[in-house]
C-alpha cells in the first residue's frame, strides 16, 4: 500500500465522531485517520462494484458459494434419478408395444408439443384423457 498521505479537512458531527471511536478498537484501527480511511475505501467498493470482495465479507462469499455447490450437486442428483425413472419407463413401454418408428417421431413430436403448450405441466390425467380420444388404429393428431 502506498504510505504517501496527505492531508485533509472533514467535518463531522460529534455524533458520529464519538460512534466512530467506539468501533476503532473493535475494527483494530490505531487511529481516527485510519478508520477514516477504511470506511471510505469500504465505501468507494460499495460504490464501485468492481472490486465487490471489498465490502462484502469473504466469509459470506465464501458461504453463499457453498450453499449455491450444494444446491447444485442436490438438482444434479435429482435430475440423474428422473432420468433413470424415466429410461426405465421408456424401455417398459417400448418393450410392451413395439412401435414403428414413424410412430414414435410422431409420439416425440406430439410430447414436444404438448410439454411446450402446458409450460411443462403435464399430467397423468390430462394423458389419460387424451389417449381416450384417440383410437388404437388411428394416429397422432395432426394439429398439435
Request: contains cysteine; aromatic residues 10%.
Amino acid at each position: 500500500m502506498d504510505d504517501n498521505k496527505k492531508s485533509t479537512t472533514i467535518w463531522l458531527r460529534p455524533s458520529v465522531i464519538s460512534r466512530m471511536d467506539g468501533w476503532l478498537e473493535a475494527d483494530n484501527c490505531q487511529s481516527r485517520s485510519e478508520f477514516v480511511d477504511k470506511a471510505l475505501r469500504f465505501y468507494m467498493g460499495y460504490l464501485g462494484t468492481e472490486d465487490n470482495t471489498t465490502y462484502i465479507s469473504q466469509a459470506i462469499l465464501t458461504a453463499i458459494q457453498g450453499t449455491m455447490d450444494l444446491n447444485n450437486h442436490r438438482l444434479q442428483t435429482i435430475l440423474f434419478k428422473c432420468a433413470v425413472e424415466l429410461n426405465m419407463l421408456c424401455h417398459t413401454i417400448a418393450a410392451h408395444f413395439r412401435t414403428d418408428p414413424i410412430h414414435t417421431r410422431e409420439l416425440r413430436a406430439y410430447a414436444v408439443d404438448e410439454v411446450k403448450r402446458t409450460n411443462g405441466q403435464v399430467s397423468f390425467e390430462n394423458a389419460m384423457r387424451s389417449q381416450r380420444r384417440i383410437e388404437p388404429d388411428d394416429a397422432w393428431p395432426e394439429s398439435y
